[in-house]
């Protein structure tokens, strides 16, 4: 059913747990994945991202998932993801949400609640 599944993560401990979930049901239905990460503008120069990508493609090589890192700079964090999910061919998106509520996903959004919104591909949310 699920043949290419596309994971996004920003290395919080939370996206880490999805990034996880994703991989063990690639290998539970034997899909390949994408792990995609965004950055930040501000993380382009302080950040140490490359090390997210490289956590995600050994944790895929220890499940004995096949893995592609793509990383994506200059963009919204939604719009990246589902333009992923559309350009790879992906048809599962495993992702987490960080569970802002309120104010604080008024004033910041929701990068999960986009991808919901605008995604036309299927949508696995862990918590």
């Known amino acids: 059913m699920y043949r290419h599944i596309l994971i996004p993560t920003d290395g919080s401990e939370l996206a880490e747990r999805g990034v996880a979930h994703g991989l063990a049901l690639a290998k539970s239905v034997g899909a390949k994945v994408s792990v995609i990460y965004v950055v930040e503008p501000l993380l382009a120069v302080t950040g ?10 050994n944790a895929a090589k220890e499940a004995g998932v096949s893995c592609e890192t793509i990383q994506v700079e200059n963009m919204h964090p939604y719009q990246a993801i589902v333009a992923a999910a559309e350009d790879k061919g992906c048809n599962l998106i495993v992702m ?4 802002r509520s309120g104010l604080s996903t008024l004033l910041i959004g929701s990068v999960t609640n986009k991808v919901l919104t605008y995604a036309k591909t299927p949508v696995l949310v862990c918590r």
């Open 48 to 57: 140490d991202f490359a090390s997210v990508l490289d956590r995600a493609e």
């Open 96 to 99: 987490s949400w960080h569970g």
